[in-house]
């Protein structure tokens, strides 16, 4: 049974730091695109980034570029989100997905939330 | 990256389908056919129903059907179920190599 959890969310100040992990069994870890999804209170469903599982290619959706880093540790089939420069709309429940091939995300964990506020 | 567009609120009664529609650009859902589906209870992990348009993963209900033409996609759920109440977001992969979501469906069963 595949089993994705994340941690590492918490309230943190604005222009702060925090850094997410999504720990992942019962997949090939080193077969996965990850990506992280996040919702913000009273929102929809927003793609942020994903990671092919070599670490060879990165992508990001444009308002977190250049504040985010997404990184993985196979040793650890474990998935990461550094998060830096953090902004009022950053607050939001994160999701951890993984990405058997191009175009979908079959499995997903329940969430970390990131509260951004002073 | 704009969301694709999805009504706000679709419902029905029992027994009855409806249709989801899901309206993007020539650079993502009329892109190539990576359109996927998910049924999402707010603050539990998401659900995929479909992908690639029109697949079903192991376990999900043939109700559940998917098709595309152009920029826009759709999801129809036959013989609606009290237990499909719940929002409903369409997804697709972008020329840019990212994804989009939609705006999100309310489904409510009468």
């Known amino acids: 049974e595949v089993e994705l959890v994340e941690s590492g969310g918490g309230v943190v100040q604005p222009g702060g730091s925090l850094r997410l992990s999504c720990a992942a069994s019962g997949l090939i870890f080193n077969k996965y695109w990850m990506s992280w999804v996040r919702q913000a209170p009273g929102k929809g469903l927003e793609w942020v980034a994903n990671i092919k599982h070599d670490g060879s290619e990165k992508f990001y959706v444009d308002s977190v570029r250049g504040r985010f880093t997404i990184s993985t540790d196979n040793a650890k089939d474990s998935l990461y989100l550094q998060m830096n420069s953090l902004r009022a709309e950053d607050t939001a429940l994160y999701y951890c997905?993984?990405?058997?091939?191009?175009?979908?995300?079959?499995?997903w964990g329940q969430g970390t939330l990131v509260t951004v506020s002073s | 990256q704009s969301a694709l567009t999805q009504a706000a609120s679709v419902s029905g009664s029992p027994g009855q389908s409806i249709t989801i529609s899901c309206t993007g650009t020539?650079?993502?859902?009329?892109?190539?056919?990576?359109v996927s589906w998910y049924q999402h209870h707010p603050g539990k992990a998401p659900k995929l129903m479909l992908y690639d348009v029109n697949k079903r993963p192991s376990g999900v209900s043939n109700r559940f059907s998917g098709s595309k033409s152009g920029n826009m996609a759709s999801l129809t759920i036959s013989g609606l179920q009290p237990e499909d109440e719940a929002d409903y977001y369409c997804s697709a992969f972008t020329t840019s190599r990212t994804y989009v979501f939609g705006t999100g469906t309310k489904v409510t069963v009468l």
């Open positions: 020539s650079s993502d859902v009329g892109a190539y056919n990576y």
């Open positions: 997905a993984s990405d058997p091939s191009d175009g979908y995300h079959d499995y």
